[in-house]
């Protein structure tokens, strides 16, 4: 019966999102039938205590142990709260935290506990998005593609464009919105593009006890150090054919490039080098881009933005240009997923993950 209601017609759905950052749980609302979406102005955001992000910190990197226990409390915990608000929903879109991600290797891991929180709110939930790409074969990540391919058709793109999300690590994806479905050969492209704000946080909350550096203040006042920037630009992962993704800490030799430069020249090469990645990454491009799109905490540092306007050969602008909430997207995005999942429809392919199908990956957990 449950089931049933969901599989007809717009739903209203709450997706969250707890990204690299670590800087907290945001939860959105959509109404949505899994092909199209309209936004709603529901949303919010629960923030981490800074003893919380040093429990999940502490986790980052590892797949068992006491610090994953740790941290997966703190993120049920976390999620729960955040979630409560929005239990007239009709189903959750649950995405945990990834602490892990080793596609090649021994998979990904994102801790938190969908049925738990079902049985908890007594709402359907999805979880576990990831899984069934690693085991098809893809790289689990980025999962956001096929919302942002209903992103261009909502907005009426008439060319390709790009949406740049810049969270801990960059990730791009390409869309051809005159495709009409997101599963279509030549549709979409993405994958990550190396790290973003990740290592610009960890160097400055080390250095300065800050968690970022805030519109960009350190790097405006520095100076990019041109041998590291380079040294940064031979790794092999930048010439590897998409789609391919990262973990959050696979690039944190970058701290040492920079580790005996003053703490506004580091800031500014590291930036620089988020900033280089993606120009890099655009490169792969299947055809230019008319417009970027940025998404993601990257989009407030305005340093950043300068340094991808004035190497892009487009239109460079935060994601609000086109009417869309650059800090809700991810959340919409898994609410948006998790209809896909709950209908049978597929939320990655081999253009957005590497996945050797077309995959609906998702646990529907349903409260006794």
Not at 124 to 136: E, G, M, N, Q
Not at 172 to 184: L, M
Not at 289 to 316: A, I, K, Y
């Amino acid at each position: 019966m449950l089931k049933a209601k969901l599989s007809k017609g717009p739903i209203r759905v709450a997706g969250a999102m707890s990204g690299t950052s670590l800087d907290g749980v945001d939860v959105a609302v959509i109404e949505t039938d899994g092909v199209t979406f309209e936004a709603t102005d529901r949303h919010a955001f629960r923030p981490y205590s800074s003893r919380e992000q040093e429990v999940l910190r502490a986790a980052l990197g590892k797949w068992t142990g006491d610090e994953v226990d740790a941290a997966a409390k703190v993120i049920q915990e976390a999620h729960l709260e955040a979630f409560s608000a929005f239990t007239d929903c009709d189903l959750f879109g649950f995405h945990g935290q990834t602490l892990s991600h080793e596609p090649r290797g021994r998979g990904t891991l994102q801790v938190g506990d969908g049925l738990a929180l079902a049985e908890a709110l007594s709402v359907p939930t999805v979880w576990d998005f990831r899984s069934a790409d690693i085991k098809l074969g893809g790289e689990g990540a980025p999962l956001a593609p096929f919302f942002h391919f209903a992103c261009a058709r909502k907005i009426e793109c008439d060319h390709p464009v790009v949406f740049l999300n810049l969270g801990g690590v960059g990730n791009i994806t390409w869309v051809n919105p005159q495709c009409e479905f997101a599963e279509e050969e030549g549709a979409l492209l993405a994958f990550d593009t190396g790290p973003a704000n990740a290592p610009i946080n960890d160097f400055m909350l080390a250095q300065t006890g800050q968690p970022f550096d805030k519109d960009g203040a350190k790097a405006r006042k520095g100076t990019v150090e041109t041998g590291a920037l380079e040294l940064f630009l031979q790794e092999v992962y930048f010439t590897r054919v998409p789609p391919k993704s990262l973990d959050r800490n696979d690039f944190s030799e970058m701290i040492g490039l920079v580790s005996e430069l003053s703490t506004p020249d580091a800031v500014a090469t590291l930036t620089a080098m988020s900033a280089a990645a993606v120009v890099q990454g655009m490169d792969h491009c299947p055809e230019p881009p008319s417009q970027v799109f940025v998404t993601g905490g990257g989009r407030h540092n305005p340093v950043l933005m300068e340094m991808l306007t004035v190497s892009l050969d487009c239109p460079v602008a935060p994601i609000e240009a086109c009417g869309l909430n650059g800090d809700m997207l991810e959340a919409q995005a898994f609410a948006y997923l998790a209809t896909r999942v709950v209908r049978g429809l597929p939320t990655s392919s081999p253009a957005t993950t590497g996945v050797m199908a077309l995959v609906g990956g998702g646990t529907l957990s349903e409260p006794t």
